[in-house]
DNA sequence: TTGTGTGAATCCCTTCACAGCG
DNA sequence: CGCTGTGAAGGGATTCACACAA
């Protein structure tokens, strides 16, 4: 049905089903392109053009219901429905992910936990228990989880995403610095801090010496 | 002298400079734009497009020096120096960062912890002290800070920013969830977990429907 | 009149193809 | 030869502009 979605898109979908949620108004309102397009950092006819790919359900003359807008924009980045999680990598980022409120509040439950550090392994976080690195077949298999957070060290990581693959994982949210191989099937979203200080000091160093 | 580079020339830049330390292989020798593009996403005539915007150092008949071209790239990125860095917001997210060994390693020096928590205030972190708030402008004077990490709440976000940049700030890389306002000047880079769960859980559900 | 939906035009990034240098 | 550097060609995404519906 869908035709081919650049991720420049995607970016700019959730973007604006944020923007729906800060703009403080009722469901049963209306919003314009317009106004969508000044809360991000884009124009009112690439709004337009964004949403025309799934279909046409604004009203001319008067916007989009902001209900019905939230509604499909959730079916269509797939977060009408609960995740379930499995975070591997029991470390700094994977404890603030998991008290990240966003996280769950938008539809990511987290059902496990693993570590290969014997001393965490068995650590209670919240109603989790940390689990060792042998049970990931099993917890992903059991649990039903769907998508894994890669939160190990880089020489552990492509093991670990060969393992959760093959358990049946479909998408992986990868911390950790390497290229991840895995079939075309399973998506992976890598998670790049190095390159944003990268893009950062390239932009302030080229803005010094390029005006 | 370097023209307009888009965003995605940077990223690969990035990764570029990255691929060259994983390469196993001396400085002195040399690596093709084949090479190269095998280990990013990309493909040949790519490495060289995007090096060909810098200048021309790479030797017909042979490849790019891998020192000489490791060096280059530095400079483009605005690396071959160090960044003095505040982190703004001592919590989970920025531990983690704190902790990120990649982090220092590529040139990125904290130099000052600021969180708003009074049980925070004072705390030892390595050689740091964790210092209130209202210290932001001194020690950003006072340090040369550069660069700031801003993990704080959605609803302090752009409080901290207003002040930093004001106080002379040249970047911030940001994990609260809405857009700051800054000047142009100032480069923001965003950090945004949920955007990245949403395309992945996007490209599952497209998959599946798809094909 | 207002604001959507959408072909057409435009712009920009990527890919091609090859001249040219080592 | 081998591989870079780069104009030219191609393809995709954004912007324009306007018909049309409420």
Redesign the pocket.
Known sequence: MTR?I?A??IRRLSHYLRSLEDLGREGGETV???ELANRGQ?????V??D??HFG?????????RIDELRERLRQILGVDRVWKVALVGAGRIGSALFEYPAFESRGYECVAIVDSDPQKIGARWGELTVQGPDEIERLVAELGVELVILAVPAQAAQDIATRVVRAGVKGILNFAPIRLKVPPTVPVEDVNLVMQLEALSFAITQHGSGA
């Open positions: 081919r650049p420049s898109t314009s392109s317009e884009t124009t009112a006819a690439q337009r053009k949403l025309s046409s359900f604004g009203k001319r003359g008067l916007g989009y």
